[in-house]
Each structure stands twice: as C-alpha cells, then as structure tokens.
C-alpha cells in the first residue's frame, strides 16, 4: 500500500494524547474533545490493519484516506492552538471551540460512513480474530492513556543526582578521540550511507559498546535526521522474541500500542518490501548474542534502519557494515580510573603513582573494569591497592575469548564491599538480565533475609550505585518520604549481572547460598536434578523460564530458603511444587515477563506458607482469596502490579482481616480490571499503607475506610474514574500523607479532610479544574500539613490557607508523562 501519510496512526496518536489534555484543562472544547477521543479510538484499529495488511487500496479510497490525513494534521494543529491560547480570551477560546465541534463532526462522519466497510474489505485476509485485536489494541491504548503518571519529588534526589553527575563526567572523559571516533563512524553508516540498512556496533564485554550506542540516539544531527524517530530496545540472552517484534512493528507503523498488546498483525522476520516513503525510522538493537534472534528482528524497509550492538561479529549478509569498539588509549584509561578513584582526572601527589599506573594497565582499556574496581579501591588503604594489583596481575591478557578473565578481574571490585553489602550485590543475580528491578522488591528481599531495616537497605543501595556496581532510575514523581520504592528502579550492566552469576556459582551446587538460573531456559539446570537426592541449602532461590507445567518440575527440598523469585513468561505457569518444602520462605516474588496475565496453578501450595511476610505478584492473574486457600498469617506487604484481580475481590468468600490479619502495607497498581476494594478491607487494622494507583476502572472507595485507624500512607493516583472520597476519611486519624492525583473526575475534597490533624502532605497535580476545596476555615485544623503539590489553577486557592496555616508550602508542580513502566 501507499498511503499518502503512510504513519497516518502516529498522527492520529499524538493528536489523541493533545485531546486528553484538552478534555482536562479547556472547559469550552471539554465535550468535543472527549467526543474525538472516541472517535479516534474507533478508528485507530482500522488504520493499523490496513498498514499491517501491505494490500494496495482502489484510488478512490486511497485519496479519501489522503484527504483525511491531511484532516488529522490540521485537527492536531488546532490542538496545539487550544492548548496555546490564554484561558482568560474568552472570543479566541469561543473561536476555537466551534472549529473544534466543526472537527468532530468531519472525523465522526468518517468513522460512521461506509469507508470502514471498504478497507475491512481491501483486508479479508487477515486471521477471522480481527475485531477481537481491534478491541484489545484499542483498550491497550486507553489504559496506556489512562495509565501516564505524573511527576515531581526529591526522596532520593541526592543519590540520584550524584549518579547522573557521575556519568556526565564519565561521558566526558570518554568523549575523547576513542568516543567521538565511534561516533563519527557509525554516524556515516546510519545516516550518511542509504545503501546500509543494518548497521553494527562490535566490541567485547565492558568495551563501551552501549555507551557508544547511547550517545549517537542523544547527538543532535542523527534525532534530526530520524525527527526523533528512535527506538532503542535490549534484547539479551533470553529475550522475548514476540513481545520485541511486537514493539518494533508498532513503532515503524506509527502505532506504539501494538506493541504491549499482541504480534498476531506482525509479518514474518526479515520482511523485505518496498513501500514508498514513510518517515526515517531507526532501531536500536543492544546486547544481541544470537544470529537467529537477530534475523527475526529485522525488518528490512526503505527509510527504516536498524543498529546492532553485540559482543559478536555477524556475517555482512545480515549486518552490513560494523565498526568495531577500540579499548581506550593510555591516558584515556588513566582520566577514566582516576575519576573513580580519586574524583579528578590526575593521579592525586600522596597516591602511588606507580601502583596506580600498574593498575591502569591490568585494566586493559576497558571502561567498565576501569570504572568499577576504580570506585572499589577508592578511599582504600595501599595494602588493599597492592592486593589488587597482585591479583590483576595474574590475569591473562582480556580479550573476546576470556570472558571469564574479566569476570575474576572485576571480581576484585566486591572483595572490598562490606559483607552484608556483596550479599546484596550478589542477590541482584535473582533477576533476569537487562530488566528494571523495582526497587520495592529489593528491598523487601534484603529487609527479610539480611536483619536489616529499610534505612540500611537503601544506603547499601546508595553505596553500590557510588561504586558503580549498580545503576538507580526513578520516576519524576518520585523522591520525598513518602514516595513509594515502586516509583524506583535497579538497573545492572550485564557484565555485572554475570559477575554475579559467576561469583554465586562457586562451590557444590547444594550449598551455594544463592542457587540462580544464569537465564530463561525451558527446563530447570540439570544440576540441580542431578543432586535432588540431598537438600538444597540456598537463602535464595531464582528460576528464569517459560510456561512450566506440573510434570515439568521436580522435587527439591529447601529447608533454609528465605526467598523465592519466579521470572517467567508464559500465558499459563504451574508455581513450583517445592515450595511446599520452603518452611523458612519469608518472601515471594512472582514476575511474568510475558505480553498478557499468566494464569496461576498450583494456588495451593500457598496453604503451607505460614512464615512469609512479603508477597510480590506481577502480570498474573491473582486467584480467588479465601481464608481456607491462603490463611497467609504473618504477611506484611502484598503488591499486586499489572494483574487482574477482581476474582481475588469476591466479597462472598474474602474476610482480608482474617486472611491478613498483620498485613500492614498494600499495593495494587496499574490492575485494570479493579472496580471497587473488598468491603472487609476497612477491618484489617494494621494497615499503615494504601495505594491503589493506576487502577483506571476504580470508581469508588469503601464508606466505612475511616475504620482503618493506623492508616499513615493513602494514595489514589492514576485513578480518572474515582469521583468522590467517602465523608470517612476525616476518622483517619493517622494519615500523614494523601495523593490523589491525575484523579481527573474527583469532584471534591470533602470537608472532613479539615479533621486530619496529622495530615502532613497532599498531592493532587493534574486532579479536575473544576474540584472544589474546603473552605480556610474548615482547613484551619490542618496544622501539621507542611506541603501541597497542586496545578497552577488551584494553587490560588491553597494559597488562601496560608492565612490559617502559616507554614504550609504550595508546590506548583510541572506536568510530566512517561510511558516508562510498559517497557519493564
């Protein structure tokens, strides 16, 4: 086919974002723009099966296709305008506003006519499942939507920044003749060659490979040459290869949604076709290690380029041309490690300058070792630089064939580390490679196995992250006391994933203390079958596959196991039989990495659990609760992300305080399917801690939430359909700190907020123009609130209560989306 705009869905996606935000702020377009809304959402579907389908349209619908994209262009122009004009113009906000009811009749003519008839034709050989992906990808799209997040904060602010200042500088001793070398290569071939459409970049482990990839997606000449047309994507050792072709045809095709929702419209890998112009697109493929994974995420099209980055060389018939990554030059090395070690790009006068030098070479050129066993000697005594370079010096030559001599190089950087901090270290090798950890579930793991409390769990958080061992990444929003870990994320250089892996795998296979899956695979490690006939002694258990049924385990007994991690990805998993012999399990973390919620089998083993404190249930399907199946006795925390919970909710069967009787903190986050919170939750009284966020479905709150009297933390967030909070939330006495944000319908804040006397902070940025507050008066008992997060139009208000409460401080906070959370 050959649409005129051929990414006619990328427009109608961004003009259905700037609608969103036109339905939230511009009272006079509020019903046209939620009319296209749903106009767009109707019709975005049958733009994407007609470009998935590659069917060449009859002329006479080819040019009302044209004429209607051109229709998007100029509604997403008078978008921008809407947004544009001041509130207080009221004849140029009227003009505007007819022209956007002139808008909605021209696209609801369209999506009603008879075109959709025609192009469901021109694509009848598409799978008879059509209109079913129609209202899958059309829901993805709304609960994305629905779904952003909105930011600002400052809890973890110091570490963070310190890191970000930390790679700035890193970058800029890179950028160097080595960096800027590599950048001026691969650019000629990505955007000065039409001839390449796949390009790579080649070099070994810790060589600067992703650095380098990183850098040419932020140069200004390759974002313009593609209008920011860039996808970058980790692919790793046991990647998801529909998921990863799902994202990449839903972003050459102009419709992202695609990509969190099926691959039934994805053609076969290494499509080769010629379809005319469509804008520049590149993707970026890092960390690939198979020639066969590969060839299925190319996508061979004109104007589209795809970059490889890997610790391989793959044949010119595949990538075409490849700059391989030289190791850094002497002094390059030097500026590198002195950073960090000693914060400044010299040898400092009372460092040995000698020793410092033999250690440099031992490095080899190569960034990573430099840069972690750099900040591992750091404020060390001589005798410990000695030690290390003893050690390095008895390394052979690093080279591609010798991974596992970098491996014992970097090995050094964690015989320094405290060793409360290498057991964490080494805990992060529970998680599969190239994916963002929440750091509540680190946390969690480290609080119930180390005897530590949250304080110390983080400052070894902090302490890894300064010795580059780790890499923190948070959400805008994140960052004051009570901001929850979820909003922050542990990412890990793969290279340090597999220092981990390698460091825990010493020794006999039943008394290793963490027993890890080095990656998915589709049956457990023959080493552990091979030794079943004597107990396993690990504190930590990992296992990293696909679906797995009942005949696919077998039986282990784990009679010291503290926590166990289940990565899968499948539609359908039958949870280990071995826990039943886990006496001692303290935390469960169960994650599907899969596009769609897996179901669970298997609940029962859930009856023998009568130690665990924490449970972490990610993209599945949570089973019916009740008190016979899961009387989970000492659990503290529950945390249900991404999961479809309503049959876990039937109040018939569901008596939380007898089920839960200490759980003490909640999470349900980002569940689409969650109406209404069970009744019986008021009754556990040792709840300190709600958050229901991004439920966008959630309409209503529990009347009698007021019962909840320990309740410290509340938050709402996310949730546009919750219209009122119940008149209860005065009783609790307890709360400090209230979110409700992007709640776009809340009406009201009620007047018996005005009896929270231990309230200290409200965020409600992004909430409805029109929610009306209490008046001063009523809010004059507030004495504790300290802090308001707020939109511009209502900070006037909050500001009027600063005559009652003479230290609260508005924050006018900064609109902020992000998408992040969809790519895991």
Known sequence: MAFNDFFAGEIATELLKQLITISRKSCLCKSSADNLITSIHELLPIIDEIKYSGVELPALRQSQLDRFSETLRGGLELARKVLASGRWNVYKNLQLARKMEKLEKQVARFVSGPLQAHLLADVHHMRFETMERFDRLEGRLEQRLNSMKIGGGGWVEEAVKRMEVEEEASLAILGGVSLDLGK???????????????????????????????????????????????????????????????????????????????????????????????????????????????????????????????????????????????????????????????????????????????????????????????????????????????????????????????????????????????????????????????????????????????????????????????????????????????????????????????????????????????????????????????????????????????????????????????????????????????????????????????????????????????????????????????????LRKLSMVLCKVNNSFDPSVLDMPQIFPRLSELIIDHCGDLVKLPLSICKVNSLHSLSVTNCHRLCELPADLGMLKKLQILRLYACPELKVLPSSIGELIGLKYLDVSQCVNLRCLPKEIGRLTSLEKIDMRECSLNLNLPTSAALSNLKSLRRVVCDDDVSGSWKNVKKVIPDLHVQVAENWYSLDWLNG
């Not at 955007?191 to 490979?209: M, T």
């Open 184 to 634: 001026s290569e691969v650019k000629k071939m990505i955007i000065g060659r039409d001839d390449l459409n796949v390009v790579g970049i080649w070099g070994i482990g810790g060589s600067g490979k992703t650095t380098l990839a990183n850098e040419l997606c932020r140069d200004n000449q390759v974002r313009s040459y593609f209008n920011n047309r860039i996808l970058f994507l980790t692919v790793s050792q046991s990647p998801d290869l529909e998921q990863l072709r799902a994202k990449i045809w839903g972003f050459i095709t102009g419709n992202e949604a695609m990509g969190y929702s099926n691959n039934l419209c994805v053609p076969p890998g290494n499509l080769q076709c010629q379809w005319g112009s469509g804008p520049r697109t590149l993707v970026v493929l890092d960390d690939v290690w198979s020639l066969s994974v590969l060839e299925q995420l190319i996508f061979r099209i004109p104007t589209y380029k795809t970059l490889v980055v890997s610790r391989f060389k793959f044949p010119t018939s595949v990538v075409n041309e490849v700059y391989k990554v030289e190791l850094l030059k002497e002094d390059e090395s030097m500026s590198l490690f002195c950073h960090s070690a000693f914060g400044q790009k010299l040898i400092p006068p009372t460092a040995n300058e000698t020793l410092v030098k033999q250690i440099v070479n031992e490095c080899k050129g190569l960034p990573l070792a430099l840069k972690v066993i750099g900040a591992s000697l750091r404020d060390q005594p001589e005798m410990c630089w000695v030690s290390a370079k003893n050690r390095l010096s008895r390394g052979e030559p690093i080279c591609e064939s010798h991974e596992n001599k970098l491996l014992e190089r970097m090995a050094i950087s964690v015989e320094y580390l405290n060793k409360k901090v290498k057991e964490c270290f080494l805990d992060l090798g529970s998680f599969p490679e190239d994916k963002k950890i929440p750091l509540d579930v680190l946390i969690n793991m480290w609080v119930e196995i180390h005897d530590i409390d949250e304080e110390d769990a983080f400052a070894i958080l902090v302490e890894l992250a300064d010795k580059n061992l780790l890499t923190l990444v948070k959400d805008a929003r994140a960052g004051d006391a009570y901001s929850s870990y979820y909003d922050i994320c542990v990412t890990q250089h793969d290279v340090l994933r597999d220092l981990t892996i390698h460091l825990s795998n010493r020794g006999d296979v039943n008394e290793r203390k963490q027993l890890l899956m080095p990656r998915r695979d589709t049956d457990l490690p023959r080493e552990w079958e091979r030794n079943t006939d004597q107990p396993f002694n690990a504190q930590i258990v990992s296992v990293h596959t696909g679906e797995m049924r009942e005949m696919d385990w077998f039986r282990m007994e784990f009679p010291k196991a503290e926590v166990l991690v289940v990565n899968f990805s499948s539609n359908e998993y039958f949870l280990p039989p071995f826990i039943d012999d886990m006496p001692k399990l303290r935390a469960l973390i169960v994650i599907n990495y899969g596009t769609t919620e897996a179901t669970l089998q298997n609940f029962s083993v859930f009856t023998n659990l009568a130690n665990l404190r924490s449970l972490w249930l990610e993209k599945v399907s949570v089973p019916q609760l009740s008190n016979a199946t899961v009387p989970l006795r000492n």
